[in-house]
């Protein structure tokens, strides 16, 4: 009879203990060097003169005109961008037309263009001395300087989230379910709201979370087209300048904490997305 013999399974990596353990501590200590210590920064420094400072800054007319202004570019540019994404993606996965590609590339522009260009961009074409500037004028409409620009400015920068999270989705998925409910008598909405929504909720969601983070986070185009006008045209991260600048640091890191609390907001909502995704994924692929 032959020697038995055991067998050993190998482990997934070949790398000795030490090697891993290395490897496990450095992305911890830059984890905690690079976002862990900064974010307890934050939160220290903004209760560094007591909560009632803190509350104080955060009730102040300024903090919450920049608080509003940000809500208002964020209400404005994120449904806005969710509709163009959905169109979007819906048209470059389930149709064949001329220019796709470029309808793609054109998607993919504010990622290669600086905030800050994008912003001198508006003021080029809207500005007082720009291509319709004395039309504006003329008809007592402002947009640069003003509320408008800075819509115009959030949607540039966060057009591009919903489609590139869709377009991928939906290509995996194909047209199969689709071409399946029109066969049977479906319309191109029934089809939509019954077939294709709820296979797209889960990356929906995703897209529209990145899509309000970057929102209510830019700084770059939107400081060029407000003019920097406190409690008018200063969303929070430029309020956060401007009051860092005015040497009140302690205000600046309280409306600051605001901010990384609606970032931490917007992680829990992002984990969310993708484990929900994950799963319906996960459903179709055993179901088929």
């Keep these: 009879m032959?020697?038995?013999h055991v067998i050993r399974h190998k482990r997934p990596t070949t790398e000795p203990a030490l090697v891993r353990w290395i490897l496990i501590t450095v992305a911890m200590l830059f984890l905690g060097l690079f976002l862990v210590i900064p974010l307890v920064a934050v939160f220290v420094q903004a209760f560094a003169k007591g909560i009632g400072y803190y509350l104080h800054t955060l009730a102040n007319p300024m903090t919450?005109?920049?608080i509003k202004l940000t809500c208002i570019a964020a209400g404005v540019s994120v449904p806005l961008n969710c509709l163009f994404g959905?169109?979007?993606a819906w048209a470059i996965t389930k149709f064949d037309f001329f220019g796709k590609n470029i309808l793609i590339t054109l998607i993919d522009l504010p990622f290669s263009v600086s905030p800050v260009i994008s912003g001198f961009i508006y003021v080029l074409v809207f500005g007082a001395q720009g291509w319709f500037g004395?039309?504006?004028?003329d008809h007592n409409i402002k947009i640069i300087f003003a509320v408008p620009g800075i819509v115009l400015a959030t949607m540039f920068v966060t057009f591009p989230f919903v489609a590139r999270e869709l377009i991928p989705l939906m290509q995996s998925q194909g047209r199969a379910e689709e071409e399946a409910a029109r066969t049977l008598g479906a319309r191109g909405w029934q089809t939509f709201w019954r077939v294709t929504l709820p296979n797209i909720k889960w990356g929906l969601l995703y897209g529209v979370v990145l899509c309000n983070a970057?929102?209510?986070g830019e700084f770059g185009a939107v400081s060029v087209v407000s003019g920097h006008i406190v409690g008018v045209t200063d969303t929070m991260p430029l309020y956060i300048q401007s009051l860092y600048d005015s040497y009140d640091q302690t205000g600046a890191f309280a409306v600051a904490s605001l901010l990384t609390f609606?970032?931490?907001m917007t992680i829990a909502l992002k984990e969310l997305a993708?484990?929900?995704g994950a799963t319906l994924a996960e459903a179709k692929r055993k179901a088929s």
């Design 2 to 4: 032959p020697s038995s």
């Design 64 to 66: 919450l005109s920049a």
């Design 86 to 88: 959905i169109c979007a």
């Design 134 to 137: 004395p039309w504006l004028i």
């Design 214 to 216: 970057r929102a209510i």
């Design 262 to 264: 609606l970032a931490l």
């Design 274 to 276: 993708e484990r929900k």
